[in-house]
């Protein structure tokens, strides 16, 4: 594949373009595109038509450029995430029903640090929640990413301890020593509550989601208002639909923690 000036290949400059769309930046005219690209002008029109030709964008009669619906066949059609997201509904949907808070299904992604979210169930005017479908959150300031992380190998935890690790709120945790021992009782316990890390009037909850050869591949959390939090009611149904999704994955049944779930919640 041929190499712009800058060096990249035209798949990276296509992934560029595909990237420069967001939820808050739905459509974008060829001049903002060429802003948020960094590219040339004829280059990010040619490149864009191109996409709009193969159904990858779409372009309205005003010229501006959005992801066109191939997108939306394309990742629906065999991508193994949206099978885990239609997996992993019900069991949310029934956290959601017991809990009426936010509740989200994610998986990692280690080589960024990150935690990616395929699904959320939202409760409106309660906690205010920074994840959002197809959004990243840091892996050490979310509770599913801390779920996560404390069932990966050592080598990979160890990467990840090394950081950096940027501080969020007043509460977030970087050090190695003490996340070292975080993982080690979020292990113990079979899931995270954290208190003020991401949204300093929030606590989220969350526990691991297990596949095949007991591997962790994602996990289900809550956010609440610190003020209305009630463990009693949260950890029962949320480890219930850890367990339940983790079976339908093809875990093997397997104890979430050596304590009881209320037990230091």
Known sequence: MANSPSGESVIQRVVKILDAFSKGRPRMSLSELVRATGMSSSTA???????????????????????????????????????????????????????????????PDVGSGTVLYLEQLDRHGTATNLAAVAGRLLIHNTSSGMAMMAHMPRDVQERFLAGPLEKTTEATETDPVRLRAQLALIRERGYVRMAGVLVEENTAYAVPVFGEGNSVIGAIAVVIPTADEDPKVVLPVLVAAGRGLSRTMGAERRPYGTRPWLQGA
């Open 45 to 107: 029109h040619r490149l864009a038509n191109d996409l709009v030709d193969s159904g990858l964008l779409n372009r309205s009669e005003a010229g501006d450029y959005g992801v066109g619906m191939k997108m939306w066949e394309l990742a629906s059609r065999s991508n193994p995430l949206e099978e885990f997201r239609r997996r992993g509904l019900p069991f949310l949907e029934g956290v959601h029903a017991a809990v009426r808070e936010q509740v989200s299904l994610s998986i």
